[in-house]
């Protein structure tokens, strides 16, 4: 405690106690720490349109979550020769996600690819801290879903069991002659 007075005053304590503690305190900092990941998209030059919105959302859940994401363009052949087809795809991919993160590497090529990297505008703890909020509408929102699955159900199946009766009043025997199904006016003739 303090070693330069006179005399020297010290503090006795358990040490496996401070082991322990010290143990505590180390695992909750970790348990704090958070660290982005860097997630890649991959994108051919020739997407389609429901191909792009789709690999669009894949991005923005990953921004969402406050990971950093690398677009990147496979070229092929021929498409090597227009690189400035890529940038242009990577400027629109970068304006579809400007609400969740901002380009930290321009689009540049390195060899048949094209990367650019998209980092998110909050960070991993910011978007954790948030997250449990929706989780518990998400939550809520499910349940009610099942709930009206399920009355669905029982209402179908209490009206298929209304249409199909299977008194035996109401039941007629089948019969093998074809005549037997033939309207009134043709079974004359």
């Not at 321009?106 to 998209?118: I, K, L, S």
Request: aromatic residues 4%.
């Amino acid at each position: 405690m303090a070693p330069n007075a006179k005399p020297p005053v010290c503090k006795l304590m358990d040490f496996g106690k401070w082991k322990y503690e010290a143990a505590v305190k180390a695992r909750e900092s970790r348990k704090n720490q958070t660290s982005t990941q860097l997630k890649e998209v991959r994108f051919r030059l020739k997407i389609d349109d429901h191909d792009y919105e789709t690999k669009v959302g894949h991005a923005r859940r990953f921004l969402e979550a406050g990971d950093k994401v690398k677009a990147m363009i496979q070229f092929r052949g021929r498409e090597q020769q227009r690189p400035e087809m890529g940038v242009r795809l990577l400027q629109r991919f970068a304006q579809d996600v400007e609400d969740l993160g901002q380009v930290e590497s321009n689009p540049r090529q390195d060899g048949r690819h094209m990367v650019m990297v998209v980092g998110p505008l909050k960070t991993k703890a910011q978007a954790r801290n948030e997250a449990p909020d929706d989780e518990a509408l998400d939550n809520e929102e499910n349940k009610a879903r099942a709930k009206a699955k399920r009355e669905g159900r029982a209402r179908k199946t209490q009206e298929r069991q209304e249409r199909v009766s299977t008194d035996q009043k109401d039941v007629k025997p089948l019969s093998n002659s074809m005549a037997d199904y033939l309207p009134d006016e043709l079974k004359n003739l």
